[in-house]
């Protein structure tokens, strides 16, 4: 049993006048109220006035070490742009941070051929120096004396050197040492198949450990939604909670943190609740149709929708209005039913990918292709399906599909779930380009399957 | 009904605002001293998490559920360490917040 721990409530924020308007509440409140009652062009007042004040803040200068911190670890554990944030930092940090260890490699490599040639000129001058000494007593002391013992023997020029060797390079040495010590950056290649909750959890600890410095996790797309998952489970409970306030720290201590508006929304928000970017777009997004198919436990697998052609659309919507109507699918393949009758479906079905190609059956997987057909994104729509439903239910995707009678409660559910999805992919993005484009099938669909009833 | 583009400009403008709020935070932080105290828990958190979970693999042998009392051990331990930074962060997010909210307003009317 998980330890029972005290609520912790972030930034109440009560008593703001906005435009004459009482704001009370949460701050999540508060942003939804400026941004769901403006105009477009109240919007750009507001973005010119923080402009203005932002120019006028003289914030804190946090030293070489402070600007170095990338803001990937705090991206990552709160679910935003990790891609966008790994690649500022790749692209920003990276190559000073690999410059700077090949400058501290190099100064050591120079000093140790310096310290070598200081070395033998020290010997030479040892050397040269004994027969020049007129008493016993007067001689110098060997060169494996003390350091200043040794200098006082050398000529300028090789004592110079020798100061060098002895004590500048090792304090340099010192602050490479030193910077690295603090940045801490440790880089992670996410490995494929991560999707499970131990490794859900390793990942949470892994950033919530790496909490004293940054960590660079290299995740392609379709990792970035594990990210968003993990970010997710530090909702889970109240300890995780906690780790969110390492997230809101990091941004601080690096002063570059781009993407801080899901940190303020996680932190907002009370656990299960959606994220404050998420209840705000959903408000203002104009409502997206949708992919309307879905797993069908009954028939063992799942529902591909591929872009597709319209003859491809015709031979899904009357697929859908066989399911509907309680008929078996397999009818479309088996020698007595729609199969001879339909024979010339199955190439589209073939084209379509709803036919495993190991058993010959139909398969129902959720299948999204890109306009050209090269990248299946089924995965990731998979994923973003279940980071979209864990907040809210911590059901997966499955289960609450389980739950569902029929096709127009799971279109219902796609609806809700891709929109949000949508919501969060952003105009432009490739992904929600595709999105969109699938998306308008939706109501399509819907009308065939009331149709159908 | 809102465009893309208006929505774009929202969002653009909420991370502003979000950025500006915690600069305004970080002033406020810095001028307590706290930024130092914040490193420092950092630091011990670190320290902590490395000296309870040790490597990966014995964390993917753990139970979800000793995962998460162990981090809440941590975190009293933090709690007992640090007795009030969270609610001294809190205290400057929400000073921060408040100040920008009625420098937002003073900008805004001009």
Not at chain 1, 111 to 118: L, M, R, S, T, Y
Request: hydrophobic residues 40%; contains cysteine.
């Amino acid at each position: 049993m998980i330890k029972e721990r005290k609520h912790y409530k972030l930034k109440q924020i009560e008593g703001q006048q906005i435009e004459g308007q009482q704001i009370e509440g949460s701050l999540l409140e508060l942003i939804e109220k400026i941004f769901n009652g403006c105009t477009p062009e109240e919007v750009e007042r507001i973005r010119y006035a923080l402009h203005r004040i932002q120019q006028k803040l003289k914030v804190p200068d946090l030293g070489p070490y402070g600007r170095l911190i990338p803001p990937v670890l705090a991206a990552s554990l709160t679910g935003c742009n990790t891609i966008e944030s790994l690649k500022i930092s790749m692209e920003r940090y990276l190559p000073a941070i690999l410059g700077l260890m090949a400058i501290i490699h190099l100064l050591g490599f120079v000093g140790d051929i310096v310290e070598g040639v200081a070395e033998s000129w020290r010997k030479r001058e040892g050397f040269q120096s004994s027969p020049t000494t007129t008493t016993p007593q007067t001689q110098p002391t060997p060169p494996s004396g003390g350091v200043f013992d040794t200098l006082i023997n050398l000529s300028p020029q090789t004592r110079l050197i020798s100061l060098v060797v002895k004590y500048v390079l090792p304090v340099l040495g010192a602050i490479g040492k030193f910077l690295f010590n603090i940045l801490k950056i440790v880089v992670i290649d996410i490995p494929l198949g991560m999707r499970n909750l131990s490794n859900k959890l390793f990942l949470t600890n892994l950033i919530v450990r790496s909490g004293g410095g940054p960590v660079i996790l290299r995740a392609g797309r379709r990792k970035e939604s594990l990210l968003r998952r993990v970010a997710n489970s530090l909702h889970e409970h109240q300890a995780l909670n906690r780790a969110i306030h390492v997230a809101i720290l990091l941004p601080l201590l690096s002063g570059l943190f781009k993407d801080i508006s899901e940190v303020v929304g996680i932190a907002s928000k009370q656990p299960n609740q959606p994220a404050v970017v998420r209840v705000i777009t959903k408000e203002i997004i104009e409502p997206a149709s949708v992919i309307v198919e879905s797993r069908i436990r009954e028939v063992g697998g799942e529902l591909k929708v591929v872009a597709m052609k319209e003859e491809e659309k015709t031979v899904l919507k009357n697929y859908i209005k066989l399911l509907v109507k309680g008929e078996d699918h397999n009818k479309f393949f088996s020698k007595s039913g729609l199969f001879r009758k339909k024979t010339e479906m199955i190439p589209l079905f073939k084209k379509m990918n709803l036919i495993e190609p190991s058993t010959g059956d139909l398969s129902l997987y959720r299948f999204v292709m890109d306009h050209e057909g090269r990248e299946p994104y089924y995965e990731i729509l998979l994923e973003r399906l279940n980071w979209v439903l864990n907040p809210e239910s911590g059901l997966s995707i499955e289960k609450k599909i389980e739950e569902l009678n029929n096709i127009k409660e799971i279109a219902v559910f796609c609806y809700e779930v891709v929109n949000a999805m949508y919501l969060r992919t952003k105009e432009g993005s490739e992904e929600a380009r595709i999105l969109l484009g699938i998306l308008t099938t939706y109501e399509e669909i819907i009308r065939i399957i009331d149709e159908a009833r | 009904m809102d465009t893309n583009n208006d929505i774009k400009l929202k969002l653009e403008t909420l991370e502003l605002f979000i950025r500006v709020w915690r600069d305004l935070a970080l002033v406020k932080l810095d001028s307590q001293g706290m930024l130092k105290e914040v490193q420092r828990y950092l630091d011990r958190l670190d320290e902590l998490m490395l000296e309870r979970f040790k490597d990966e693999e014995n964390i993917v042998k753990m139970k979800r559920e000793d995962i998460l009392n162990t981090l809440n051990d941590i975190f009293d331990i933090l709690d007992k360490e640090f007795p009030d930074l969270n609610e001294k962060l809190n205290e400057a997010y929400k000073e921060a917040f408040k100040e920008l909210v009625g420098k937002l307003l003073e900008n805004y009317q001009n």
